[in-house]
């Protein structure tokens, strides 16, 4: 069978799943939610998100449009006729640039369209029974999962496919691929840092003042930042994660293919070199069977189960289809520089990191889960105050990372081994191989979620309520998993983009006991707090300015309080919109900057040091960030389920605290971290031409 | 002139200035110092601090022998004849292990000493003057500063002639002399872990009974925790900075040693050979110069300027004697491998290293002192409450790191670049060289911190409390600088350490892109946090037994706390001792046990990656924490001052949060960084032979 023809096949399966999914849907009629006064209030707050999440992503696109083309024009002006070829790398390049920022764009519009029909729905379906709700949230989930595989396959397999053709040199070809890969992690620095920004400045300036000021409960409707922090849900997680993961499946992808056209044996082989897509490709009816599994039963207990279950069943099966394609598609043997990889190889790479996968989302689950110990030990240390829950939360995080570490460690020792740097990307792509229902459980987090909103803020029965917090619930723990997930395969994504980078530049050996490199190591490390640091502030900043805007509603608008009269809620969300866009600045010259001024001033090898140092401590940080605000989070759920004094206890109040340090760190700083070691990889990878022509340009210059 | 000579001399000069201040501030006579009830009070007081500073040593102690007993049949065992030589080198290096871990308990035990009579002398003269207390202060601190040098200097000296003497291979001599930095690096162990867990225990203990439950003020003498808690001052700041400074000086020295044996031209000329030692006894002279130029008025703003003003101008003496000694000492150019090196080279990499420790010192300063911006916002950041005061305070940390990491980068590119690995080692010798005052200042913090406690306790006049506290204030600023220092020479030497181990492996390439490498790195990367959970930890477990046995006092004592009964102030030592010793277990075993099952396991290449990844995210981990820590402090200072409602407003109690977060973080997790930096690297210095034929043994067995 064509390589070709199975991925296009498997990519219009996902595309047409996801309609399917769409449609099922927004069939389910908002009418029959409830008497005609409560349909009107909850089509009112739904309309009111809806609009929100539109306004945010008209604007942020807006901002993404201007940025994207001065960014082409940068890489064709960079990259334009090196001297090597006679052919225009900037134009290539900075058209799969502009096509992968369109189409992770579309993806994450897409993903947050149906997100905000879907969650009104599953509040309506609530009304039903709980596995009606449960099914509305899984599929809207579903179809950003499966509507962004399948448009990330065909954007890909046609600009490889188009290139060759082209350009007529597969590994020049894929060079330019590259480009494409860079796009998709340029919209997602956009949707992580900018959407992180957005959703913990409105979350945290409607807490700090409704909560802890004037004491009304959360999603309460007289908060005029009530909207924003509901569609901040849907910002943070559904389009910053999906853009974030649409960056890791495209750059591994993008890494494998650039580093398998350097392999004898591969690159003369059609289907061997379409091995890389070919395993995303047959994720798709892995997850599409894994999916329709998804049924759960009407009792409180079961969502859970069933939400971890599809990750390990999808794993199962994703083992047995990747044993098959690697049968049929891949060669017995190649050659990458000196080392012969065998198919067994080949294999064990895929599968490593595919399990690795999974084992870093159980030990994720273990840290952050209050059925475990590690959140029981924070929740008790805030017995004796909010001092002691923060030093057990930040120690929680920082232990979190070891095995996940070392895992990823022993993935990497492997895969690296048998298959060369080549097996680091393939071992990325098998992590994100099941991408379709990872993304899936994801966005049924915020749609649950919002749910729940929409239901407190229409003041629908206790019965609604209790369901929708059950869905909630589970989604919590999945979502934390994801994160998790999204981190280890940044990880290796990044490190498959600096191979790549290596190959590239044609090194293949960095000596670590150089100077340049190993000042370059020290650089590199201290760039992921750096990072934190401002993506923290950030938010601080943000929020105070939210914090404001609140407060002023409260005191200028007469009855607001005693929901008599409405709030303003477009103008909290405009102010979100704005703080982002504005905070997430420093960070974004940040990563774009510093491997570029850092490659040209001081050449490749110092610039591979700087990577590799980034890549060291980002791991741990992105880890430890996301572990510790998931634990600090459940601790205080925990807490408010009835341990310790439950809510309102000065436990709780310790706890409450703790949530609040954890929310930038969790949903801003630690994500926003797996950008940061993507970017800078793939921006090396793609500039490498540049940055050792300008650096010798330099060198020549300044007569050394 | 002879090298031998003019060290020998610069030592003698250290251990009688030592004596002499010894002496000054022993004849300052209690009984001037008050009514004859008010001097029987202090000196109780100050009778139960001395006597619970020594139960603690006399404990730890016992351990620390047990240990190095066990330790050194270890090293005997490890290193006993390894094929090459018939040179016994476990019989050597054992003994030198056994000699390096004395000399530096003794250092520890008479900073101690010294402290415990110094701080009570300190209030006396306080009634006097602030000058005159001051002076005693100062003094007493200098005792620890010059006597440890002067001790470590001989005792180096010593084994260096003698080892070379017996063993009559200068090269294989110095390989021994290692173990004299491992044993100094053992104590600190005891010193810095174990004494952070007891000093943060007691004080976390103290204030969360103390302050927060009973509402009685720091220092009162009816909380029975409040002795360990000056005990602690002592323990952290002088037992543990004195044991982590000997390490760095003696480690950095023993690393200069190994490499600059493998230099031709060094290697055969003694006084060049000798030229680290050098530096170090030219810093004497330095010192006592600038020591006796430490004059303060008696005014209030008199005190920190003054301190400041000692390293500022140290650092300059120390440049022109540094330009002297090598002129005189160094050989014009002599060969490291391939590699020649100059002797303005040389002179370069000693004053990078020390004009970057001040560089550090200054910048540490701008973000933990109230003066600047950044602990200003943290201020600002505590209105809104605990949640924003932690978030600006941890990125107050993370940004802290920046610079001093770009300092030290460039630090090691320029001295590895101009002097190779010997560079390296040079740049840490040329950091610590003015240690004498920067330990005289150091141990001036717990001294003055004593003797506000003791004034308190003694309910002395509140014109003496205020001098105290002019006293500990500017003590508190200098501690911060202190640790920053101690950090930046920690990294050197342990980067100075690593380029050794490597010199004696005979490895002088490390292939970054290899799987066995940067797996290693990764590896690496995550041991500082889960260190610091480790210690956060232990921290908070002995912290919570503490706390019990202060309630239970209260509860069982009938009067305690109306004052007309006496707290069990003994049991309280007990239990901080006690706490700390067993909490210490497992950051030991993880600091001890990594690096040689790594390297047994995977090789040296492998460990060599470890030990950089670990020193890469260590150092940032390090700075943050201490800075984090330094800021959250003095944030809270600036509030009781004052400052947004001041003390007992909201604002402060939420700025309470922070410091005590605060607390192992800079205390006891930070500077704890230093020894696993610093104790893996020489533990694989000293065990390469072993961990080289055990593996390669291992390796046989499996049959690979």
């Known amino acids: 069978m064509n390589a070709v023809v199975v991925i296009y096949a498997c990519a219009l399966l996902a595309v047409i799943t996801a309609m399917v999914f769409a449609i099922r849907v927004r069939s389910v009629s908002l009418e029959s939610g409830g008497t005609t006064e409560e349909v009107a209030r909850f089509k009112e707050i739904s309309d009111a998100i809806a609009d929100g999440a539109m306004a945010f992503l008209k604007q942020e696109y807006a901002y993404v449009t201007i940025f994207a083309a001065v960014f082409a024009a940068v890489i064709y002006a960079a990259l334009d006729n090196p001297g090597t070829t006679d ?103 956009f949707g992580r840092v900018g959407g992180g920004i957005f959703t913990k400045a409105a979350d945290v300036g409607a807490d700090l003042v409704g909560k802890l000021e004037l004491g009304i409960p959360e999603d309460d409707p007289r908060n005029p930042a009530v909207i924003a922090d509901n569609v901040g849900d849907n910002v943070g997680d559904i389009a910053g994660m999906g853009a974030d993961l649409f960056g890791s499946c495209a750059e591994a992808t993008c890494a494998a293919l650039v580093i398998g056209a350097t392999a004898a044996g591969i690159a003369e082989n059609e289907t061997a070199r379409l091995y890389p897509i070919l395993i995303t490709a047959v994720g798709i009816p892995v997850c599409l069977i894994t999916a329709l599994l998804a049924q759960i039963k009407d009792n409180a207990t079961s969502v859970e189960p069933v939400l971890k279950r599809q990750l390990l069943l999808s794993t199962i099966l994703m083992t047995v289809a990747i044993i098959g394609v690697t049968n049929v598609a891949m060669v017995d043997s190649f050659t990458l520089g000196s080392m012969i990889v065998t198919r067994n190889g080949v294999l064990t790479s895929v599968l490593a990191g595919l399990w690795s996968g999974l084992l870093i989302g159980y030990i994720t689950e273990y840290y952050t889960s209050h059925s475990y110990g590690p959140v029981r030990r924070v929740a008790d240390a805030s017995k004796t105050g909010a001092a002691t829950n923060i030093i057990y939360g930040l120690s929680l995080g920082y ?306």
Chains 1, 2 share one sequence.
């Not at 993806?107 to 596995?131: D, Y």
């Open 87 to 189: 052919i225009n790398e900037g134009a290539y390049s900075a058209a799969a640039f502009l096509i992968g920022a369109f189409i992770s764009s579309v993806c994450a519009f897409l993903g947050m369209k149906i997100a905000t029909i879907g969650n009104v729905r599953t509040t309506v379906m609530a009304r039903k029974s709980l596995s009606a709700a449960f099914r509305v949230a899984f599929q809207s989930g579903a179809v950003m999962g499966f509507g962004l595989v399948g448009l990330a396959l065909l954007g890909m397999l046609t600009l490889v496919l188009a290139f060759t053709d082209m350009i007529g040199n597969f590994h020049l070809a894929m060079e330019m691929v590259a480009g494409f890969g860079l796009g998709g992690s340029t919209v997602a620095l």
């Open 399 to 704: 232990e979190s990372a070891v095995i996940p570490v070392l895992a990823l460690a022993v993935t990497t020792y492997f895969s690296w081994t048998l298959a060369g740097m080549y097996g680091i990307a393939l071992a990325a792509i098998g992590m994100i191989s099941t991408i379709a229902i990872g993304l899936t459980i994801d966005a049924y987090g915020p749609v649950s979620d919002n749910a729940g909103g929409i239901a407190e803020m229409a003041h629908l029965g206790p019965e609604i309520r209790k369901r929708t917090d059950i869905l909630d619930a589970a989604g919590n723990t999945t979502a934390a998993i994801g994160k998790g997930f999204a981190i280890g395969s940044a990880v290796l994504t990044a490190l498959a983009l600096f191979a790549a980078f290596l190959t590239r530049s044609g090194i293949d050996s960095l000596n670590l006991l150089s100077p340049k490199v190993f000042a370059g190591l020290l650089v590199g490390g201290v760039l992921p707090f750096l990072f934190t640091a401002q993506t923290m502030l950030a938010v601080g900043t943000a929020a105070f300015g939210m914090i404001e805007e609140v407060r002023r509603q409260f005191k200028t608008i007469p009855g607001l309080l005693e929901g008599k009269a409405k709030p303003d809620y477009k103008r909290c969300v405009a102010i979100s919109t704005n703080a982002a866009l504005r905070q997430m600045i420093p960070p974004a010259i940040l990563v774009l900057g510093s491997p570029l001024l850092f490659g040209v001033l001081f050449g490749i090898e110092a610039l591979a040091g700087m990577l590799a140092g980034s890549l060291v401590t980002g791991v741990v940080m992105a880890l430890s960030a996301s572990n510790s605000g998931g634990g600090w989070d459940n601790a205080k759920k925990y807490i408010e389920s009835g341990a310790h004094g439950g809510k309102g206890s000065d436990t709780h109040k310790a706890a409450v605290v703790g949530d609040t340090v954890g929310d930038p760190f969790k949903d801003t700083s630690g994500p926003s971290l797996n950008i940061l070691m993507k970017l800078m990889a793939i921006l090396s990878l793609v500039f490498a031409p540049f940055i050792k022509s300008a650096h010798d340009t330099l060198v020549m210059w300044l007569g050394m």
